[in-house]
C-alpha cells in the first residue's frame, strides 16, 4: 500500500504564493507519476499539474501554466508544488495523486487533500 500525505494548504491573498508539499511512504513502485488535482466546492476533481518519475517531464492544465511549478525530490518521496499569482478561481482542495502503471495494471492512489484558499 501506499500513503499520500499533503502539507501546505492555507489562506493567502490573491497575487500571493503558497508551496504544498506530498510526501510518498510505503510500497513506492520506482516507476511512477505524481501529480495534483483539485476540487472546488460543487465542482468536480479536475487535473492541475503531473511530472514523471525521473523528473524530466512534467504537464500543467491550460488555466496553471505559467503559474504553478511541480517538482520532485526522489530521494524524500516528496511532490511539491509551487503556487505563485494565485486567483481566488484557485480556490479549492488540492490532492496529491501517485499512479503506478505496470503492464495493463493501473493504480492511483490519493492523499487526504489541503484546503487552499484564496481570497479576493
Known amino acids: 500500500q501506499v500513503q499520500l500525505v499533503e502539507s501546505g494548504g492555507g489562506l493567502v491573498q490573491a497575487g500571493g504564493s503558497l508551496r504544498l508539499s506530498c510526501a510518498a511512504s510505503?510500497?513506492?513502485?520506482?516507476?511512477?507519476?505524481m501529480g495534483w488535482y483539485r476540487q472546488a466546492l460543487g465542482k468536480q476533481r479536475e487535473f492541475v499539474a503531473s511530472?514523471?518519475?525521473?523528473?524530466?517531464?512534467?504537464y500543467y492544465a491550460d488555466s496553471v501554466k505559467e503559474r504553478f511549478t511541480i517538482s520532485r525530490d526522489n530521494a524524500k518521496n516528496t511532490v511539491y508544488l509551487q503556487m505563485n499569482s494565485l486567483k481566488p478561481e484557485d480556490t479549492a482542495v488540492y490532492y496529491c495523486?501517485?499512479?503506478?502503471?505496470?503492464?495493463?495494471?493501473?493504480?492511483?492512489?490519493w492523499g487526504q487533500g489541503t484546503q487552499v484558499t484564496v481570497s479576493s
Open positions: 495523486n501517485l499512479r503506478t502503471i505496470i503492464g495493463p495494471k493501473v493504480d492511483n492512489y
Open positions: 510505503g510500497s513506492i513502485v520506482h516507476s511512477n507519476r
Open positions: 511530472i514523471t518519475s525521473s523528473g524530466d517531464t512534467t
